[in-house]
């Protein structure tokens, strides 16, 4: 039985992703029911499972509300602040997704949230907001020194996953991404490519895991070019991939 994943659009820009073989249902971080509620019943689909990347507002509130519909099982980091029934994963915990045939396994990114976890096999990544296209979250709870450690992980992942973000940056992002490398004629061409995409009222996503690693500035902080570039826009002397990433996420944080 083949498997679709599709976006669910929810508040101004973000996606909650489905997982789906046309019978039963996986959802990613539903922040809002309705939506979420609106697609399964047009489908016909039975919610099985639950999967939670964080414990931000945007990525939880319609736990509760699908809860009360289905009887699923929810996965989540262990968070104080997640309060719903859920499964507490963990680094490298394994979740399989049974009546998908699916197996995930869980990875602990520290960075945007302490607790951040992705969850990822042999095709699919779901990193929540640790990493966008030509992006990556905020820093609101965690230090560059595991925001770093964290991207490294995703770093190190096969390059032909296909990368499901939850939310729709990737045009604020290459704005940025063009302000350190104006003349990089690959960012240009996918500028256009997506702008097109979001004219059509298309999503810009999913993206190429090997596509992010050769072009995302936030996936490039140990290149000499980009510490160099950081290095001159910042007006300071880069260390580290650490002292990159962290100017160059407090210079995306004013852009």
Known sequence: MSLHIKPISAFEDN??????????????????????????????LKLTDILITHHHYDHINGVEDLLAMYACTVYAPKDHRITFNHEPVKENDLINLSDLGVELKVTE???????HICYHNSDWL?????????????????????????????????????VYCTHEYTLSNLAFALSLEPKYQALLKYQDKVANLRQLQQ?????????????????????????????????????SDVDCFAHMRRLKDIF
């Open 126 to 162: 779901f990193c929540g907001d640790t990493l966008f296209s030509m992006g990556c979250g905020r820093m609101f709870e965690g230090t560059p020194e595991q925001f770093v450690d964290s991207l490294h992980k995703l770093k190190q992942l096969p390059d032909g996953l296909m």
């Open 203 to 239: 999503p810009s996503l999913p993206t190429l895991l090997q596509f992010e690693k050769s072009m995302n500035p936030f996936l490039r902080f140990d290149t000499p070019s980009i510490q160099k570039i950081i290095s001159e826009k910042a007006q300071t002397t880069i260390n």
């Open 15 to 44: 996606y909650i992703w489905v997982i789906h073989n046309n019978k039963t249902a996986v959802l990613v971080d539903p922040g809002e029911a309705p939506p979420a509620l609106n697609f399964l019943k047009k489908n016909n």
């Open 109 to 115: 990114t520290p960075g945007h949230t302490l607790s």
